[in-house]
Each structure stands twice: as C-alpha cells, then as structure tokens.
C-alpha cells in the first residue's frame, strides 16, 4: 500500500444512499459501509497474506454474509495484509446493489 489515511464516499444506488469509510494502515484496512444512521454492523475480518485468505465472522451478519466476506477477502488479498469490514444496512442489498457498491470500494481501495 502507497498510502495512510482516511477516505469517505457517498455511493448512491436508486434510492439507497450508503456511506463508505476506509481507514487505510500499512498493513490493511478498515472498512465500513452504512445505510442511514452510521453504525456499526456485521463485521468480518480477513488475512490475505499467503496463496488463500483466512476469514473469520467477528459480528455475524442477519443477511448479506456472502457480500461482507467477499469485500473483506478481495480488500485483504489486494493489499496483501489484513480487510475489517463493518456492514450496517436497512434491508438486504439484492444483486444490483452489491455490485455497484462492490465496484465502488475496490476503486477506493485501488486508489488509496
């Protein structure tokens, strides 16, 4: 990772409205994605520091585990260190959604 630091982003997706904040540290970064109030949510914590990436449920999630693992897994194999993912949504994101804000983060975590 090039840099430290913190960075917010406001993803709109029809009528949802979700904030995104990365802290970046040298060896990860911390992630969170909320709907509405900022709150802390399911949270999921991934190692991509070998060939695989070891994933450990922290907060389980009531829906969209397979989202919170998968954000967690690529932001830990990309910067080859540890991804916390913190995910707080009003209602299940469904497929539209999830790719949107998929896309989103990684372009965050790219340029980061």
């Known amino acids: 990772m090039a840099t430290q630091g913190y960075t917010k982003k406001t993803v709109n997706v029809g009528n949802r409205s979700f904030v995104v904040q990365m802290i970046s540290f040298e060896n990860g970064n911390f992630l969170s994605v909320t709907e509405g109030t900022q709150k802390i949510g399911s949270m999921v914590v991934s190692l991509g520091s070998g060939p695989t990436t070891t994933t450990a449920t922290v907060i389980p999630a009531k829906t969209d585990s397979i ?10 194999s990309f ?3 540890i ?15 999830a790719k949107i804000l998929m896309g989103e ?3 965050m975590v790219r340029t980061e």
């Open 67 to 76: 989202f919170l693992k998968l954000i967690a897994e690529k932001i830990s």
């Open 79 to 81: 910067v080859k260190g």
């Open 83 to 97: 991804g916390i993912v913190s995910v707080y949504v009003n209602r299940e994101l469904g497929n539209e959604v």
């Open 105 to 107: 983060i990684m372009e």
